[in-house]
């Protein structure tokens, strides 16, 4: 471990920064993982000094503070001209999203402590999506979404994604599928916005540089009330990622990179901001998927900066009109760690947890019974494309059973339209019946999180899976004795294809 210091000039401030470009290390326990990655991390401590900032007219007597983009967010929604690490502030809220699984509950609160008869803050501003346990018999999961709608229609709610008839989502127009897929596509996620939704990978929408963090069932009440919550703000963990990105790499080899690196409390009540120009060059959906994942580093929210990428995506999703913002170049960060992309492989993370970080080609020998695809990190359009083009480029069928759960109803669409690249035309699901694959299931969360016993693909034995999921606890996806292997599209595709963990370069190179 080497470390540099610089002679500061007047004013200063510490600043560490971590090169993790490298991306060997040992899989035989965690003891030795744990000891390689600190021996090859780079850190060199350096002080240097703010730039001077011109003070404003004594009239004022105010200073401009520096700020992070997480800061800058919340200190605008708080009407305040900063916002500091550490402090409580109250925020108003641009967005509040909430589903079938946390939706009856926030409701209930709301009602007891607003009253029976009090309307929502903002009928405008709620959005209600079921999307978990939506495809079952279970009495109580059906139960939920018939109080979302009560409680719809009694409101007025403008933005409710409705299914009444279970045996062909097709015939629902309003319904989507999976909540974080759908307030993208349906154009809620704005750059500069304050987004709270009672999911832990509300978190994804940071991916529009907008301020995203899920809630529980409390706030989310008070929410539906007033209209704001208060906060704290967190610090920011600044991650660059640089280099071109390998043709056998997605974004989640990137993210399952940083959780192994860090561990899955390294960002504990901190923001996750991405720069560099690996993150410039990925499509909103791989951005997507980097700030989905933030949650399990322990991340309060994950941010990227706007660009045309994502103004492009924006066009035609919304009229409403927003206000990107952007890190100062004085900006503090808490730390700063360093990619370089180019030297990174293929990765899964091992049961039991999203941080048991190792390279798949180190995984050859474990054989799996299952893979699946989908959820909000790993079921969007580009996720299915990613599995049709290894299926397409080993010509094989698949070993083992492999089920396909596409977000959302548009995801579904897509499966059954666009032609996959070099392809000849064919679509996704032209390659995934020919690979032997399950056909794609409704749309929705799925066995991501176990659901009910009759869940779509479930895993109601103790089975080994290979998943483009982002958690694998014991029991997460059914079974408590099944055993879960985080991975990206490229590497579940790979994988089905042999029936044991395979590195995609198998078939991509």
């Known amino acids: 471990m080497a470390s540099s210091l610089v002679p500061p000039p007047t004013t200063s401030f510490f600043h560490t920064k971590k090169d993790l470009s490298l991306s060997a290390f040992p899989s035989s326990s965690s003891s030795s993982q744990r000891c390689q990655k600190h021996a090859s991390r780079r850190i060199s401590c350096s002080v240097t000094a703010p730039q001077q900032t011109q003070r404003q007219p004594s009239t004022t007597g105010s200073v401009k503070t520096a700020m992070t983009m997480t800061e800058k967010i919340l200190a605008r929604a708080a009407e305040k001209e900063k916002a500091i690490p550490g402090d409580n502030i109250w925020v108003n809220v641009d967005v509040l999203m909430t589903h079938d699984v946390c939706g009856p509950g926030s409701i209930g609160i709301f009602k007891k402590e607003f009253g029976e008869d009090a309307k929502v803050w903002d009928r405008e501003k709620l959005v209600i999506i079921p999307d978990h346990?939506?495809?079952?018999?279970?009495?109580?999961?059906?139960?939920?979404?018939?109080?979302?709608?009560?409680?719809?229609?009694?409101?007025?709610?403008?933005?409710?994604?409705?299914?009444?008839?279970?045996?062909?989502?097709?015939?629902?127009?309003?319904?989507?599928?999976?909540?974080?897929?759908?307030?993208?596509?349906?154009?809620?996620?704005r750059p500069g916005e304050v987004l709270l939704?009672?999911?832990?990978?509300?978190?994804?929408?940071?991916?529009?540089?907008?301020?995203?963090?899920?809630?529980?069932?409390?706030?989310?009440?008070?929410?539906?009330?007033?209209?704001?919550?208060?906060?704290?703000?967190?610090?920011?963990?600044?991650?660059?990622?640089?280099?071109?990105?390998?043709?056998?790499?997605?974004?989640?080899?990137?993210?399952?990179?940083?959780?192994?690196?860090?561990?899955?409390?390294?960002?504990?009540?901190?923001?996750?901001?991405?720069?560099?120009?690996?993150v410039e060059s990925l499509t909103m959906e791989e951005r997507m998927t980097l700030c989905n994942m933030v949650v399990e580093a322990g991340g309060k929210n994950g941010v990227i900066p706007p660009d045309s990428i994502t103004y492009k995506y924006l066009e035609g999703k919304t009229s409403v009109p927003y206000e990107p913002v952007y890190s100062d170049q004085q900006a503090r960060f808490l730390s700063e760690y360093r990619f370089d992309v180019t030297k990174l492989e293929p990765l899964v993370a091992k049961p039991h947890s999203p941080d048991n970080r190792a390279l798949a080609r180190e995984c050859k020998d474990v054989k799996i019974d299952r893979v699946y695809i989908g959820s909000c990190t790993g079921g969007k359009t580009e996720d299915f494309m990613a599995a049709a083009k290894v299926f397409l480029a080993s010509g094989k069928k698949v070993k083992v059973p492999t089920f396909l759960v596409p977000a959302t109803q548009k995801v579904w669409m897509d499966v059954y339209s666009l032609p996959v690249p070099g392809s000849g035309g064919k679509t996704c699901s032209q390659i995934f019946e020919e690979a032997g694959c399950d056909t794609p299931a409704s749309p929705s969360c799925g066995a991501c999180l176990g659901g009910p016993k009759d869940t779509y693909a479930r895993m109601n034995e103790p089975q080994v899976c290979v998943s483009t999921t982002n958690r694998n606890f014991p029991g997460r996806m059914g079974h408590r004795e099944g055993e879960i292997y985080l991975a990206s599209p490229y590497t579940a595709a790979a994988s089905a294809l042999t029936g044991y963990v395979t590195d995609p370069r198998e078939f991509l190179q």
């Open 133 to 189: 346990y939506i495809f079952t018999s279970d009495e109580r999961a059906n139960r939920n979404v018939d109080i979302l709608r009560d409680f719809c229609q009694e409101q007025n709610i403008k933005y409710f994604y409705d299914i009444k008839d279970l045996s062909n989502f097709k015939v629902n127009p309003d319904y989507k599928g999976v909540c974080h897929i759908a307030l993208a596509q349906e154009g809620h996620c």
């Open 197 to 278: 939704g009672t999911d832990s990978h509300t978190c994804t929408a940071g991916a529009f540089g907008q301020f995203a963090t899920g809630i529980g069932n409390t706030d989310a009440g008070f929410v539906l009330g007033a209209g704001k919550l208060l906060l704290k703000v967190p610090p920011t963990l600044r991650f660059v990622l640089d280099g071109e990105m390998p043709s056998y790499l997605l974004a989640k080899d990137l993210i399952l990179q940083i959780i192994g690196e860090i561990s899955v409390a390294g960002a504990t009540y901190k923001s996750m901001e991405f720069v560099g120009s690996t």
